[in-house]
């Protein structure tokens, strides 16, 4: 990544960031558990989530706009915020989703001052995650025995949030233009 790229992209202050790591921590909290509550009023329980994938979005969107730390540290502590408020994700997946949501955050942090199409930096950050959690999956089976953990599972879990995917792929960079277009009027 080329220094001037990087001191082109405005830098927000450590209590911007501080601050957006935190809501990017609420909202990766509560927005599956508005997709978990829907999908108890459904009966599709929490396959809702499964599907679209909610707490993606606040980690790769603050790694996007407040960097690498930013993003790593709200993918991390996102899924153990979650667990120790509401018990979700289940114990068994929880280490995996700490690793995979905070490599989404890392690498859509190390992305965000490339020039580059959004939705390609939004792919960057869902390849590097599923590539992180399909190694620490790898490590269990293989190393430690964790054989109720397959995993394939990442491929299931690939096909089963395709839905959420895409929307990743619209959301974030309609989220990232309408950003964008507010601060050049200010």
């Keep these: 990544m080329s220094t001037k790229v ?95 949501l905070c490599a989404y955050g890392l690498f859509a942090g190390l992305v965000s001052g490339v020039k580059m199409p959004s939705v390609a930096k939004v792919v960057v950050a869902q390849l590097a995650g599923r590539v992180v959690r399909l190694a620490a999956l790898a490590v269990a089976f293989y190393l430690f025995d964790a054989t109720k953990i397959a995993p394939v599972s990442v491929i299931t879990s690939v096909k089963t949030g395709l839905f959420g995917l895409a929307l990743q792929w619209t959301m974030i960079p309609l989220t990232l233009f309408y950003v964008e277009s507010l601060t050049k009027h200010e």
């Design 6 to 100: 990087l001191q082109n992209k405005k830098t927000l202050s450590l209590k911007a960031k501080t601050i957006a790591t935190l809501v990017s921590v609420v909202c990766a909290v509560v927005i599956p558990q508005i997709f978990h509550i829907l999908g108890a009023a459904s009966g599709l329980g929490t396959s809702l989530g499964e599907i679209f994938l909610p707490m993606h979005l606040p980690v790769i969107l603050v790694g996007l706009f407040a960097g690498p730390c930013a993003g790593a540290v709200s993918g991390a502590l996102s899924p153990l915020a979650s667990f120790a408020l509401t018990g979700m994700p289940f114990v068994a997946n929880l280490p995996f989703m700490m690793l995979e």
